[in-house]
T-cell receptor, first 111, second 118 residues
Framework: DQQVKQNSPSLSVQEGRISILNCDYTNSMFDYFLWYKKYPAEGPTFLISISSIKDKNEDGRFTVFLNKSAKHLSLHIVPSQPGDSAVYFCAATFTGNQFYFGTGTSLTVIP | GAVVSQHPSRVICKSGTSVKIECRSLDFQATTMFWYRQFPKQSLMLMATSNEGSKATYEQGVEKDKFLINHASLTLSTLTVTSAHPEDSSFYIC??????????????FGPGTRLLVL
């Protein structure tokens, strides 16, 4: 049962443009959402998170938006850089329980 | 930031042998660690939750006698793949639960261990 879904397995964006990665979830109990970035042969690294009481969280070039009514979150990267090329996982949890990960979206930023 | 290490980073073994993978939290204490397995083009699959001083909690479908987990200290959890077979070849990742200053929590991931069983 995939409670967190990333429907786009890959995304290509020109350097300098905006990258938008999307994530959908089914469990309305989730109250905390996270994005991770993963390079090949490495473990995921924490990127940015958002609590369900917010609808936006910004950290430098990275902004996460949460639409609770649609059970949808997105990660915006502006401007995109070649070093951003990686696989991005979204994850969701409700306090004290396990994390549920999406299947990942492979982002390629073209110089 | 918090760092989690894994050892070894890569291991090749013969079918039927056992392989131990270590996961260490280097600069914080982790009462809870997680073991994941990643299949190609699939999500990280949670295998088990490892709690310091108690038995691990395994996810449905994961054989606890095949994937032995020990969390003997607040900084070390080990995963032993017993009698490994080629189908066990995968990328194994551990993570440690970490409490952020905001009061929320996240997980810090190890770099992963690539297991190849011949």
């Amino acid at each position: 049962d995939q409670q967190v879904k990333q429907n786009s397995p890959s995304l290509s964006v020109q350097e300098g443009r905006i990258s938008i990665l999307n994530c959908d979830y089914t469990n309305s109990m989730f109250d905390y959402f996270l994005w991770y970035k993963k390079y090949p042969a490495e473990g995921p690294t924490f990127l940015i998170s958002i609590s369900s009481i917010k609808d936006k969280n910004e950290d430098g070039r990275f902004t996460v938006f949460l639409n609770k009514s649609a059970k949808h979150l997105s990660l915006h990267i502006v401007p995109s850089q070649p070093g951003d090329s990686a696989v991005y996982f979204c994850a969701a949890t409700f306090t004290g329980n396990q994390f549920y990960f999406g299947t990942g979206t492979s982002l390629t930023v073209i110089p | 930031g918090a760092v989690v290490s894994q050892h070894p980073s890569r291991v090749i073994c013969k079918s039927g042998t056992s392989v131990k993978i270590e996961c260490r939290s280097l600069d914080f204490q982790a009462t809870t660690m997680f073991w994941y397995r990643q299949f190609p083009k699939q999500s990280l699959m949670l295998m088990a939750t490892s709690n310091e001083g108690s038995k691990a909690t395994y996810e449905q479908g994961v054989e606890k006698d095949k994937f032995l987990i020990n969390h003997a200290s607040l900084t070390l959890s080990t995963l032993t793949v017993t009698s490994a077979h080629p189908e066990d070849s995968s990328f194994y990742i551990c993570s440690a639960r970490y409490n952020l200053a905001s009061g929320k929590e996240t997980q810090y991931f190890g770099p992963g261990t690539r297991l190849l069983v011949l």
